[in-house]
C-alpha cells in the first residue's frame, strides 16, 4: 500500500495534470462531492489539487480498489497521462531498493524452496564471511529448518553499504546462485508486498 509519504512524494513529481484531475480522480473511484470539496480547496492552492487528489484516493479506497502502485499507474495510462504514469513506475521501480525488514527475512524465508545444497554459496555471494557461515552451520545441525532463515537474517543485519540487504539483492544473488524458483518467489513476494492482490 501506498504510505503518505509515497503520495506526499509522487504528487510533487508528478507534471501538472490539472486538465485531466477530475477524470483521474473518477477513474480512482472518488465520489463527486469529494471532488468538489478538492475543487474548492484547491482554488486557494492550486499546487495541492494532485497531493489532495491523491490523499483521498489513499484514505477512501476500497478493498477491491486498494492505493497500490499498480491502481494509480494503471489509473493514470487510462486517462492518458502517460509522462505521470511513468514516474510512479519509476518511483515504484526505486521502492524496489528499500532494505529488508526481519518481517520481510522471516516471510521470504518461509517461502523458500530448500536451498540446502546452496546456501553457503548464496551466503558468500551475499557478502558473508566464512566464520559467519560456520557459526550458521553449527546452529543449524540442531534446526535444520532455520538455515535460510539465518542466513538471510545475518545478511540483513551484517551487509555493508555497498551490498544492502534490497529485495534486488537477494534477487539477483539467487539467480546467480541458479536458484531461480527462489529468485521467483523473492519477486513474487515483493510483488504482492507492493501491489496487494497481484497473482
Avoid at 13 to 32: A, M, Q, T, V
Avoid at 68 to 90: E, M, N, P, T
Avoid at 95 to 104: P, Y
Avoid at 141 to 160: D, G, N
Wanted: charged share 30%; net charge negative.
Amino acid at each position: 500500500l501506498l504510505s503518505e509519504d509515497d503520495i506526499f512524494a509522487i504528487s510533487e513529481k508528478l507534471p501538472d495534470i490539472s486538465e485531466k484531475w477530475e477524470n483521474l480522480g473518477r477513474e480512482l473511484g472518488i465520489d463527486e462531492i469529494t471532488l468538489d470539496r478538492i475543487l474548492q480547496i484547491s482554488k486557494s492552492r492550486p499546487t495541492w489539487t494532485t497531493y489532495l487528489l491523491l490523499s483521498e484516493w489513499r484514505t477512501s479506497s476500497s478493498p477491491d480498489r486498494s492505493p497500490i502502485f499498480r491502481v494509480l499507474h494503471d489509473a493514470l495510462q487510462r486517462q492518458g497521462i502517460q509522462l505521470a504514469a511513468d514516474l510512479v513506475d519509476h518511483y515504484f521501480k526505486k521502492e524496489s531498493c528499500k532494505l529488508l525488514s526481519e518481517d520481510d527475512i522471516f516471510a521470504i524465508s518461509e517461502k523458500l524452496p530448500d536451498i540446502s545444497e546452496k546456501w553457503e554459496n548464496l551466503g558468500r555471494e551475499l557478502g558473508l564471511d566464512e566464520i559467519t557461515l560456520d557459526r550458521i552451520m553449527q546452529i543449524s545441525k540442531s534446526r535444520p529448518t532455520w538455515t535460510t532463515y539465518l542466513l538471510l537474517s545475518e545478511w540483513r543485519t551484517s551487509s555493508s553499504p555497498d551490498r544492502s540487504p534490497t529485495f534486488r539483492v537477494l534477487h539477483d544473488a539467487l539467480q546467480r546462485q541458479g536458484i531461480q524458483l527462489a529468485a521467483d518467489l523473492v519477486d513474487h513476494y515483493f510483488k504482492k508486498e507492493s501491489f496487494p492482490g497481484m497473482s
